[in-house]
């Protein structure tokens, strides 16, 4: 059984930052593309930001600039750097990730709120 856990959301200041991690466990035997997503309350789900096995990096256009997605295929762990966060990236964040394994399917993780407010 894959799981991803989550860590790194909570309360920021405009123009603050966080850093989210998400780490993949269970039976992988390879870790394709990994990504961010992020819901607001009465919003559909809407991707951050990816970053393939080559590490080929692809960002929502509100984040380009301002926030940095990167992985760690020895740990299975994918960053998401926030940096000059404003009230608008305030949602709930999802890590996803493409996990051969037993079998192959997209995972997601529980989910975790970041809070942009002064």
């Known amino acids: 059984q894959v799981q991803l856990v989550e860590s790194g959301g909570g309360l920021a200041q405009p123009g603050g930052s966080l850093r989210l991690s998400c780490a993949a466990s269970?039976?992988?035997?390879?870790?394709?593309?990994m990504g961010w997503y992020r819901q607001t309350l009465g919003k559909e789900r809407e991707l951050v930001a990816t970053?393939?096995?080559?590490?080929?990096?692809n960002y929502h256009d509100s984040v380009k600039g301002r926030f940095t997605i990167s992985r760690d295929n020895i740990k299975n762990t994918v960053y998401l750097q926030m940096n000059s966060l404003v009230p608008e990236d305030t949602a709930v964040y999802y890590c996803?990730?493409?996990?051969?394994?037993?079998?192959?399917?997209?995972?997601w993780g529980q989910g975790t709120q970041v809070t942009v407010s002064s």
């Open positions: 996803n990730a493409d996990i051969a394994g037993d079998g192959r399917k997209h995972y």
């Open positions: 269970g039976i992988i035997f390879a870790i394709n593309t």
């Open positions: 970053v393939t096995e080559g590490e080929i990096t």
